[in-house]
């Protein structure tokens, strides 16, 4: 609720509890489909050919015999006598009508908003607590944010030259397949010098995003490496929750091999077993196998959230212990704003624990639906073409000028956005994210164990 909203996850509820209740209570269902609604029953051939005094043809002989080589459409006098029987109006009328009308295709995958909302959410969460470091004018904030955005965007770059070979990230694919598919409406255009200039906008927008999330990031890491050895003092009789809690630690390590590919795919699908290598996953299994251990990774930092955010609150008991340590006076009100402001800062804390954890869960959401993978370890569905309205530089001249610029419009975008496109760029925003996450967490674990007490 605190990264979206509150008017937003009220309509989130409220569209997910009409979608819920839809198939057993629907207003639609019932307005139309009570019994009070009746339709008319279109006659059959038989009856309109039995009206004409025509009979059907047996076979092609019988055909031939008449003086018909082709089966010629069945014409009726307008003034036929023939009667249009009634039947109550049906869920399944209703639904047919619905898709004859609108068709299957045109059914728009409602999640794929919600993910692309709570992700712009997120990076607006990212944006306002970034924004209270850089309003504070002491504390050196602003320079720690600034230093690690340059340092991550330097990272961004050389991340981009990685071959596919080592890191498949399918950079190299996805913007071919882009590229592929803009080039003729360039040309179209005249505009044939843009494509380089397209490809490089790309990998500087790349580069630019993850120096920003890399600044967003930085002190969330720094925050739960604090968080982290404080749980585990804790925890030190609970041995399975320690365990739990360097699992979530390490989960961005995990996300990082998972697109490694000598060490993931390549071992995977050819397991040095033996003599002769032994293959256990295939490249879809494969894919489908990444997209659920990065739910349950998620899963698994989400149900260690109360006990990093515990370990924040006892900062109030740790200050206070190390006060007393402390010779000389101090005034009153110094140790209630201590203690206060420990929990008065968690909603931010909480905030840089589970945002970075939603943006990976959506991003993962929509790797899957957009980027054509399937969550079964069967074999993937085939890609979809790419629309021909691409490559087509004209409509029908029946149609209206507006719906052959929306044609063109919807086939362009379809053309450019296409699932390797896409697998591309959620897949770096992934693996960045971790990568990130795991950067700033391990600086952070330096600078509380060695530099914190200097």
């Known amino acids: 609720m605190a990264v979206l909203g509150v008017q937003l996850v009220v309509t989130l509820l409220t569209a997910t509890l009409m979608h819920r209740l839809a198939p057993h209570c629907s207003f639609a269902r019932w307005l139309l489909c009570n019994g009070s609604l009746f339709r008319y029953k279109h006659p059959s051939e038989e009856e309109l050919r039995a009206l004409a005094g025509k009979q059907r043809p047996r076979g092609r002989r019988e055909r031939w015999a008449n003086g018909y080589s082709e089966e010629k459409p069945l014409c009726v006098p307008r003034d036929a006598p023939f009667q249009l029987e009634t039947c109550p109006l049906t869920a399944v ?119 920003m999330l890399g600044a967003f990031l930085t002190f969330p890491g720094l925050r739960l490496a604090q968080t982290h050895r404080d749980a585990l003092t804790m925890s030190e009789d609970q041995p399975m929750l ?89 005034e009153a009100r110094e140790i209630q704003r201590r203690v206060v402001r420990v929990y008065c800062y968690v909603t931010v804390v909480s905030l840089q624990y589970l945002t970075p954890l939603i943006l990976t869960l959506n991003c993962t959401l929509l790797l899957k639906t957009l980027g054509g993978y ?25 149609e209206d000028e507006a719906q052959q610029a929306a044609a063109q419009i919807t086939g362009a975008l379809g053309g450019l956005l296409t699932p390797l496109f896409l697998r591309c760029i959620l897949a770096f925003l992934i693996w960045w994210t971790a990568a990130s996450q795991l950067l700033t967490s391990l600086f952070g674990l330096y600078f509380h164990q060695h530099l914190a007490g200097s």
């Open 242 to 330: 320690q365990f739990l809690l360097h699992t979530s630690f390490l989960s961005p390590l995990f996300i990082l091999w998972l697109w490694t590919k000598p060490i993931a795919r390549d071992f995977l699908h050819q397991a040095p077993f033996g003599e002769t290598p032994f293959s256990l996953l295939s490249d879809s299994a494969f894919d489908s196998m990444r997209l659920w251990v990065l739910v349950a990774l998620c899963l698994l930092r989400l149900a260690v959230t109360r006990p990093h955010l515990q370990a924040y609150l006892c900062l109030a008991k740790s200050r206070v212990e190390q006060l007393r340590r402390e010779a000389g006076r101090i």
């Open 374 to 398: 399937s969550w079964g370890l069967g074999p993937a569905l085939p890609l979809s073409p790419v629309l021909a309205a691409v490559h087509d530089g004209t409509v029908g001249s029946r």
């Open 93 to 211: 009328d209703a639904l047919e009508a619905y898709y004859c009308i609108l068709g299957l295709v045109r059914e728009t995958n409602i999640a794929v908003f919600w993910c692309l909302l709570t992700i712009a959410f997120s990076i607006k969460v990212f944006l306002t607590v970034t924004q209270l470091y850089f309003s504070a004018e002491e504390g050196g904030e602003r320079s720690v944010c600034l230093t690690f955005a340059f340092l991550f965007l330097l990272l961004a770059m050389l991340v981009q030259v990685v071959p596919e070979e080592t890191l498949e990230l399918g950079l190299e694919p996805g913007l071919a397949s882009m590229t592929q598919n803009l080039e003729p409406l360039l040309k179209m255009q005249g505009w044939d010098w843009a494509l380089p200039l397209a490809k490089l906008a790309i990998r500087v927008g790349l580069a630019v995003l993850g120096s």
